[in-house]
């Protein structure tokens, strides 16, 4: 026998056997991969269905708010409707409570044809 021959013969087994096991790992890997990404689809899926329907409902309370006429006295209501308070940026701060104040305390109208 020819120890170099055996060696060979042993090194592609070996080589081999690592292939087969790489091969399977990679299989196991992309079905893994292949599950994920209809997971990860499904739940951007669902997330943009509600983005969609939430908008629809706020732009059809918008339209409705808008086709509505403002009655007289309740101006600052509707200023205070269009106006996102819940945001809590500081550069906006001051114009909410601002608004949320004449929203409360309306100002009393002044000047020629005040009522």
Known sequence: W???AV????FKALVAQKEAAEAAK???LRAQA???LAAFNAER???IEGTKHANRTAEAAGKEAREHPVVHGREWDRVADLVDVSTTEPS???MKSVLISLKNAPP??????AH
């Open 92 to 94: 906006v701060s001051r």
């Open 45 to 47: 899926s669902k997330m």
């Open 2 to 4: 020819d120890p170099v």
């Open 26 to 28: 990679r299989k196991e």
């Open 7 to 10: 060696w060979q013969a042993n």
């Open 108 to 113: 009393k109208p002044h000047g020629i044809g």
């Open 34 to 36: 292949q599950a994920d």
